[in-house]
């Protein structure tokens, strides 16, 4: 037993540091020289926003970015409350969801684009802020990157000083280091929709969300593995923008049940993953997170001696760390609080959200999904 859990833990290991790996290879790009000249049409699906959404709208109109070049559409995915906009220096409609699969965000961003009036398209979610350069910095990389026709981008948390504040934003900074460490390795499998960009027509030539509309979420990592994949697209087209000014502000949540079901929902995804790599690396890193949780009970039943479980614990901690660290300093260039005590109780929280995405229900904007797992 002893050895399989070191087997495991040193795969674990070695996972991680090729994404350290592939993060660094990820060149940040703060570039802002270049006279703007991109449209976009920012999409943002909702369902009772209200609270949210002009803290949201506020935040566009502080956009440094000239007010001609983009549009905002907000889908309105059947909210139980009426929300209007009083008025605005830039151009922004509401328009009403058409739903037509299991998906209703996928539907959402399906009827925006039937509407938007530019090529260029970037989704985000209601309870976000965005960075005042976030569009002029994306101008200037397209400008200077002819091929990309897809962009994903970082999210960060906007944290109060409590413990699920910071587990959450550390476990989106693990999120994140994964991400932007597979891109280095031109292995892109995952992506975040409150900062996601793509072409009308690179969205078309992929025929959308075909294929995935039965699952609820994934509108952005399902979409991003299919260009990733494709045999006509691929890594040319498809970038990680690493920008302090595109990193996209959220809320966290404040309860434990709710962040409960939402890592439920986004686990719930991995299994359809169409990217082997993505897939593999979901196995390693709930094996990684088993282990720990298997060497406590293994220490307390007594089948294993305590520097065992020390040793286990130390080379996951170790490695966790410094990828962690690399994601958090680029996101919010802040102290790491509750680090300890978070990397204790992440494995156990993991493991319960991984093996209850595999039968279980989850609860998202007032509606209940089942799983599908294939």
């Known amino acids: ?17 090729a994404l350290i790996y592939g993060f660094t290879k990820i060149k940040s790009f703060d570039y802002l020289g270049l006279k703007p000249k991109t ?5 943002v699906p909702f369902r009772n926003e209200a609270e949210n959404l002009p803290i949201l709208l506020d935040s566009f109109s502080k956009l440094n970015y000239p007010n001609d070049l983009f549009e905002v559409i907000l889908v309105d995915d059947d909210s139980e409350e009426v929300f209007s906009v009083q008025s605005s220096e830039f151009s922004v409609q509401i328009i009403n969801n058409i ?49 990309v026709s897809m962009i994903a981008g970082a999210v960060k948390y906007n944290c109060e000083n409590s413990f699920l504040h910071h587990f959450q934003q550390l476990d ?7 991400t932007i460490g597979s891109f ?9 929709g409150a900062n996601f960009a793509y072409t009308k027509s690179f969205f078309e030539k992929l025929n959308g969300f075909e294929g995935n ?11 991003l593995q299919k260009a990733m994949l494709s045999r006509s697209f691929g890594t040319e087209n498809v970038h990680y923008l690493k920008s302090e000014n595109t990193i996209v502000i959220t809320k966290p949540l404040n309860d434990w049940k709710s962040l409960f079901y939402q890592r439920v929902r986004w686990a719930s995804k991995t299994s359809s993953y169409q990217s082997n790599f993505g897939k593999g690396l979901g196995l390693i890193v709930f094996g990684g997170n088993l282990v720990w949780v298997l060497g406590v009970g293994c220490w307390v ?16 901690f170790v490695v966790d760390s410094i990828l962690i660290y690399k994601a958090n ?37 007032g509606r209940r999904f089942k799983l599908q797992n294939h």
């Open 1 to 17: 037993m002893t050895l399989v859990l070191y087997i495991t833990i040193i795969i674990y290991c070695l996972a991680i540091v």
């Open 39 to 43: 449209k976009f049409s920012i999409v």
């Open 99 to 147: 739903r037509v699969s299991n998906s209703p965000k996928k539907d959402a961003i399906s009827t925006a684009i039937q509407t938007l009036k530019n090529d260029w398209i970037i989704t985000t979610d209601a309870d976000c802020v965005v960075n005042t350069n976030w569009l002029f910095a994306l101008d200037n990389y397209i400008q200077l990157n002819s091929e």
């Open 172 to 178: 989106l900074a693990s999120l994140q280091g994964a």
């Open 184 to 192: 280095g390795l031109r292995k892109g499998f995952m992506c975040n």
């Open 213 to 223: 509309d039965r699952i609820a979420s994934g509108d952005d990592v399902f979409l």
């Open 301 to 316: 039943s007594g089948h294993i001696p305590f520097q065992d479980l020390v040793l286990l614990t130390l080379l996951k």
């Open 329 to 365: 300093y680029f996101l919010t260039k802040k102290r790491m609080y509750y680090l300890i005590l978070g990397s204790l109780l992440y494995p156990f929280f993991s493991v319960s959200v991984a093996l209850y995405s595999l039968f279980g229900k989850y609860e998202w904007k």
